[in-house]
């Protein structure tokens, strides 16, 4: 007898999470580096309060008043003038879009289905199908991690994939879906007989290039369209948790039908709403996120590396023969890094000034010492 009595495809597997260390420079989970200022803090601690006096009461099950402030938050991006916007209805939010994505897969995936993407990608979109038990199916992106459409339109068309996830910016290449790209995935994924959604995970949508539009401007086109953004990047605040997604609202009602209730705690929706009536202030530090990325993508092909183009708020690159030896001489400088991706490449995150200093500081002595 095998104890626990776990799940076969479960056994032995080491549970998902970079290395959470102690070190001074901590670049490796893309969180933003500026903390919330006072005024911020205060908020929360002030509705957090409210809410603790109620916590003899479940919270409200459907968490109205934040969906109503997600969907506002998402339409000071649009041109409501030219459509009526995302309405309240059309927005879910969970624990991080980690649950959010896992939802999706409950509520669309499962025994017999599949779910498709494109390597490399984020790293958690198995693990979400394996525990939806559902088929997972991967294609390839192209060197410079871009897609090429029409082998994924074939890709499609052969699997008939009930679920397409597609971050955009990519995790972990930093690499933005162009919007034919977006319209192509979601007219191949539905025909007459069958209906994929296409799940574009926009985690870093905040930070992408001018220019480089976001997925939630083509909801009114595609139904089968599910925008999913989180407020752990570039909102800042990766602790509280919560994570959300744009999508029709038969999308949203079906979602209902698998989460368990009260899924988001009254702590969790007081917080959000604080943070999202100081959204400017707490997205002030993106500007200054993006232009160091650019300053470190520059810097790192000036040191003769290879580097993927960005619209995130973390860059790839490479290529080591032993990254894991790179990485780890980095830590021994007090530079936490993450390697993930292709074979050979490593991730850093953008943090502050003093931050990225140290990284390049301790990146130049590293290479300098295996010439
Ligand atoms: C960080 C990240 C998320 C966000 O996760 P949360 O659960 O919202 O913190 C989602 N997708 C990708 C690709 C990410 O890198």
């Not at 649009?78 to 059309?90: F, H, K, R, V, Y």
């Not at 294609?139 to 971050?167: K, M, W, Y």
């Not at 909102?235 to 079906?254: K, N, Q, T």
Request: hydrophobic share 40%.
């Amino acid at each position: 007898m095998t104890f626990p009595p776990i799940r076969e495809e479960l056994r032995g597997i080491e549970p998902y999470g970079a290395p959470q260390l102690d070190v001074s420079v901590q670049l490796n989970v893309n969180e933003n580096p500026y903390g919330p200022s006072p005024a911020v803090v205060a908020d929360i601690a002030e509705s957090v309060a409210t809410a603790a006096a109620t916590l003899n009461r479940y919270p409200d099950r459907e968490f109205t008043d934040l969906r109503a402030a997600l969907a506002d938050y998402l339409n000071r991006d649009l041109d409501t003038s030219a459509s009526q916007g995302i309405t309240p209805e059309q927005v879910w939010a969970a624990n991080g879009s980690n649950e959010v994505m896992l939802q999706l897969l409950q509520a669309f995936g499962g025994p017999g289905r599949t779910a498709l993407s494109f390597a490399p990608t984020y790293s958690m979109y198995p693990e979400y199908a394996r525990d939806a038990m559902t088929g997972w199916v991967v294609g390839r992106r192209e060197s410079d991690f871009s897609l090429d459409l029409d082998a994924a339109r074939e890709l499609i068309l052969e699997h008939r994939p009930h679920v397409v996830l597609l971050p955009s910016p990519n995790n972990p290449t930093g690499t933005a879906l162009p919007p034919e790209a977006v319209s192509m995935l979601c007219e191949a994924a539905a025909n007459d007989e069958h209906c994929g959604i296409v799940v574009v995970d926009e985690a870093y949508g905040e930070f992408r290039r001018e220019g480089t539009p976001s997925a939630v401007e083509m909801l009114p086109k595609h139904r089968n369209l599910v925008v999913s953004r989180t407020m752990s990047k570039a909102f800042a605040l990766a602790g509280a948790r919560l994570g959300y997604f744009a999508a029709a609202s038969e999308i949203c009602d079906a979602v209902r039908v698998v989460r368990l209730p009260y899924h988001l705690s009254a702590v969790t929706q007081a917080t959000a709403l604080a943070a999202l009536r100081h959204a400017p202030e707490l997205l002030g530090r993106v500007d200054d996120l993006r232009r160091a990325r650019d300053e470190t993508v520059g810097w790192l092909r000036d040191q003769g590396l290879e580097v993927a183009d960005s619209d995130a708020n973390f860059v790839l690159f490479g290529t080591f023969e032993d990254r894991h030896a790179v990485w780890q001489a980095l830590l021994d400088l007090g530079v936490l890094i993450r390697e993930t991706g292709p074979d050979g490449w490593l991730r850093v995150s953008i943090g502050t000034p003093e931050e990225m200093k140290s990284f390049k500081n301790a990146l130049s002595e590293v290479m300098e010492e295996s010439k």
